[in-house]
T-cell receptor
Framework: EPEVTQTPSHQVTQMGQEVILRCVPISNHLYFYWYRQILGQKVEFLVSFYNNEISEKSEIFDDQFSVERPDGSNFTLKIRSTKLEDSAMYFC???????????FGDGTRLSIL | DAKTTQPNSMESNEEEPVHLPCNHSTISGTDYIHWYRQLPSQGPEYVIHGLTSNVNNRMASLAIAEDRKSSTLILHRATLRDAAVYYCILLMNRDDKIIFGKGTRLHILP
């Protein structure tokens, strides 16, 4: 069964550095998402992306965050200048169309030192 | 966003059926009822969804009350692998983002 893959599985970065988290969504899916989960807390929506543009973003997704689909297969989340509070699991998800089941990757654990 | 209410945790014995309840008294006519689960150290996983009629798939069954103000996720024969946090979520037809609550942490006893 096709799946969403995320790399790396664990990223350790110094505070203030830029980080790029990578995702390969399922190939025939059109909607892409990023979520995060701080340790011990709920999964939180960050951003949704369709037709090469952001369709919705949460308050968490401020100017430090950006998303990109640089080619036909990858979907990336960039954090420009990381803060300690950015430490979390980041999950990528994709779906065929809006309101259809989303398929999640296993996440990237981001640790900011 | 329409809200759901779930018990914080439940326990069940292995190889027995599990009924996970969800209340959504403010559901609107266009809200779909979705269930996801999150196994330890993994991303959320889609389980099942429905609108009005009961639904079955290879993972579970979804029983929806006639007034749609509550639903129950049914695992017919729980295994240790079913230990996870189960989320009941309402999605409007035009929605794409998922708003996760705290869910129900299901413990399976061997």
């Amino acid at each position: 069964e096709p799946e969403v893959t995320q790399t790396p599985s664990h990223q350790v970065t110094q505070m203030g550095q830029e980080v790029i988290l990578r995702c390969v969504p399922i190939s025939n899916h059109l909607y892409f998402y990023w979520y995060r989960q701080i340790l011990g807390q709920k999964v939180e929506f960050l951003v949704s992306f369709y037709n090469n543009e952001i369709s919705e973003k949460s308050e968490i997704f401020d100017d430090q965050f950006s998303v990109e689909r640089p080619d036909g297969s990858n979907f990336t989340l960039k954090i420009r200048s990381t803060k300690l509070e950015d430490s979390a699991m980041y999950f990528c998800a994709s779906s065929k169309i809006s309101n259809q089941p989303q398929h999640f990757g296993d996440g990237t654990r981001l640790s900011i030192l | 966003d329409a809200k759901t209410t779930q018990p914080n945790s439940m326990e069940s014995n292995e190889e027995e059926p599990v009924h996970l309840p969800c209340n959504h008294s403010t559901i609107s006519g266009t809200d779909y009822i979705h269930w996801y689960r999150q196994l330890p150290s993994q991303g959320p996983e889609y389980v099942i969804h429905g609108l009005t009629s009961n639904v079955n798939n290879r993972m579970a069954s979804l029983a929806i009350a006639e007034d749609r103000k509550s639903s129950t996720l049914i695992l017919h024969r729980a295994t240790l692998r079913d230990a996870a946090v189960y989320y009941c979520i309402l999605l409007m037809n035009r929605d794409d983002k998922i708003i996760f609550g705290k869910g129900t942490r299901l413990h399976i006893l061997p």
